[in-house]
């Protein structure tokens, strides 16, 4: 390690352009990680629940649009139908999205309201691998029908690659994707953002988070509220999911991978904080790009590891989980 | 019929047996099952007695196993006398797994940590290939007792039942006694058991210890049973295993333990001899565990308590 | 000698001062309660003196031994027991199993005695049973021995409780809100068996409780704190007239 950094040092001028690239690629990287973890966080607001299983229906999301491409293409051929005349003026990437996200809308919302509302009150551990289980029986199923061949994402654009800056010669590329997915993230962020704070669904979701027996008290209907949040906080993750999907690969056994780095980033953010999963996504993509390469490759893989034990054991709060910014 | 306690002594004379009506692969099924028992065992320790949610089990597990492998394929050393430095691997893990709850890390926050620190121990038999072979796995030679070579799996049959059953005894003991009780205490209310004199921190230390030296032998087992370690022995996957285990037989049950893990070990190799069903495994898994939550909370030892008051489980509560 | 000495007790949350320079002393065979209205500090108070809480400043001295550095289950061994406001019993437990935990510090068999069920282990631990039965059957609730505790009534709860914390004969017993929830005569009941162990058994004890007559009855001493600072001391009859804790409860 040590010589890695002395090499580092040494070679400081060489290496110091690579920099921006890195930290480029690592806040594209990073902006699928704050999705994911903006979607955990958000489900677990609402519901107190951290779902353990969330990573498994994150790349079902992946999977949801890629079964449904073919459909939607069919269906564009069959101009008669409402289907078709709705993707004559849009392109079918995108009505394959949105079927996606609403199909796992459903899924998160019947997930709730069958699996986990019952056992809400029950322990925390029949919870845990109540999620678990829900995880990995999608992921068997996944597998079982799509995972014996390496399948292609549709791609809704031909990949391309711009120079957003030249610095001493060596320039810093971003992908179309990745431009467009921070965009989509950033979107998303401020949507939940104005959904959280301003408007009333926002207040009963926070009124939720403070007490849930409270809430019944004054008359929100918790369970209906609650499924909501699951099909919100799942279709949030599918569409992190469909983005990893095309930067990745379609893969079903990602969902491990996936659920580590969001809970690497909410910890970072502090638990329940919005902005601060999004941070600490991003945080975590640029350190695993940058470490990866400036210290060890090793870092790539270890660094939301390190992340989580290092951040409960010296700060368990993260960065901004203190009590006031629960409550954006 | 009447039953009465002698079922717990007769029924271990009949498993002497086994091997007689066995046929290889069974023996093997057998075997596994045995092995799984321990980490069933260990593991209740953490969850069930001490309630704390904790998915450090699948590294205990792949510590023993490796710390066995690693002493005798590098140190050379009988494989009997690697059982015992396993189990003080499992430990010494088991210690370093309780240092977050030690600073207050509960709930969520420890499942995730613990389950980063099983990832990291993952990725780390991956990365030191030259001690645990790396991705390629590590072979281990065949098993021996004071010179004997266990060639056959009836031969590790006799064995691991040894093992299991004075670990089982002695975890039993341990858990009837006032360090028992100490942990369910704390799994109520920590407070207030600290307020009975209860030094709460060396019984934390002490439950995650004994679980990592538990699942440790088991993973020593594991190491002879298999005869070759990869890493992905140790992935996601066995901490869903081990769950299902301890949730599906009863939390904080010995006998569940033990129920459990027959039944999930056996329930894959049931599956294996429809062919229809064959790459169903997981969603079966999946949707069982679900089904054992939802409708059968306190596992199968409960049902088993209510055919007959013997098999109401001392420790068994939930 | 007094039992437990208090002097100049501060506990800080934040900003905030919840017990503000607090003295007082607590004598063997002597009741003392603490009363004054919800936030007053009572509980906090109880929580420093059982090691809960940290003192920012001032020292709690236990038999002429100082204990504000000791951790909670240290205070507990040197003999100082207390119960709970809500839910102090381990429910997954049965009664007399939680009176075996009340006698954790004095069962002391070895781990490895445990593990050879070594006869001194067995004979040690079957002791314990019998004077945690012989206990339970002194306050008239052997019959629950086996019950698990969530399932009692909140009556024999509180009675389970009270000898668990006396299971081990402490000099001093911190009772938390002993009357809170019973019915009348358990309350009696409860009151008389106070009365006896202060009386025969010489411990002292100090309770908070809101239920007035039960103080003005139980007790030998009535200390009033009201935000964290004490602004009566006195016997029951004194307290019943004294002006200033009037105004602290009916905010005059």
Known sequence: ?????????????????????????????????????LS??????????????????????????????????????????????LASFVPPFLVALILSLFVLFAMGYIIHRVFIWPILKGPHLSLALMAIAIGYAVRGVIRKEYGKEVLQMPRPFPEQEFEVFNWGGIGTYMTLDEMIFCGVVIVMLLVSYIVFSKTRFGQIVQAMFQTQRGSSLVGINVMHYNNLIWGVGCSLGALGGVMLGLALALDPDV?????????????????????????GGLIIGILEKVLGVFISTAFIEITCYLVIILVLLIRPKGLFGQHATLRI | MKLNRSIFWIFPLLVLALPLVLNQYLQYVVNLILVYILVGVGFNIVVGNLGQLAFSNVAFFGIGAYASGILTTQLGMPWWLTVIPAGL??????????????????????????????????????????LTGGSMG?????????????????????????????????????????????????????????????????YFLLAFALSGFVVGIGGSMYAALVGHLSPED???????????????????????????????????????????LVGSEEWIFGVSIIVVILFLPRGLSSLLAKVNSIFKDRYYRN | MALLTVTNATVQFGGLIAVNQVSFGAEPGKVRALIGPNGAGKTTLFKAIAGEEQLASGTIHFQDQAIHTLTPHEISARGIRRTFQTGGLFGELTALENVLTGLHTQIPSSFGGLLANTRSAKAVEKAATKKALKLLDLMGIAHVA?????????????????????????????????????????RLELMNIIRRLVDEENIGVILIEHAIEFVMTVSDTIMVLNNGEVIAEGAPEEIRQNKDVLEAYLGR
């Open chain 1, 1 to 37: 390690m040590i010589e890695q950094i002395q090499s580092v040092l040494t070679n400081w001028d060489a290496m110091l352009p690579v920099l921006p690239q890195l930290v480029v690629s690592g806040i594209a990287i990073g902006m699928l990680y704050a999705l994911i973890a």
């Open chain 2, 138 to 202: 590590l072979t281990v030679p065949e098993p021996a007792v004071f010179g004997w070579m266990l060639t056959t799996e009836y031969h590790k049959f006799y064995v691991f039942l040894f093992i299991v059953v004075v670990v089982v005894i002695a975890t039993s003991r341990l858990l009837e006694s006032r360090i028992g009780r100490a942990f369910l205490a704390i799994k109520n209310d920590e407070n207030a058991a600290a307020a009975m004199g209860i030094p709460t921190g060396q």
């Open chain 3, 146 to 186: 086996e019950q698990w505790a969530r399932d009692l009534s909140g009556g024999q709860k509180r009675m389970v409780e009270i000898v668990r914390a006396l299971a081990t004969d402490p000099p001093l017993l911190l009772l938390d809100e002993p009357a809170v929830g019973l019915a009348p005569p358990v």
């Open chain 2, 89 to 130: 691997c499992g430990a010494l893990a088991g210690c370093a797994a309780s240092i977050p709850a030690l600073r207050g890390v509960r709930l969520f926050y420890l499942a995730i940590m613990t389950l980063a620190f099983g990832e990291l121990m993952r990725w780390l038999y991956i990365r030191t290939p030259g």
């Open chain 1, 255 to 279: 969902g491990v991978w996936t659920l580590l780095r969001g809970f690497a980033a909410m910890t970072l953010g502090g638990f329940g904080s919005l902005y601060g999963a999004v941070i």
């Open chain 1, 40 to 85: 955990m966080t958000i489900l677990y607001r609402a519901t107190t629940v951290v779902n353990f299983g969330h990573g498994d229906l994150v790349m079902l999301g992946a999977y949801a649009l890629f079964i449904l491409m073919p459909m939607v293409t069919f269906n564009i051929a069959v101009e008669s139908s409402a289907l078709g005349l």
């Open chain 2, 234 to 276: 140790f992935d996601l996957i066995q901490v869903i295993l081990h769950f299902a285990i301890i949730m599906v037989g009863g939390l904080g049950s010995l006998i569940g333990s033990i129920l459990g893990s027959i039944l999930i070990t056996a329930t894959p190799e049931v599956i294996r001899h429809f062919e229809w």
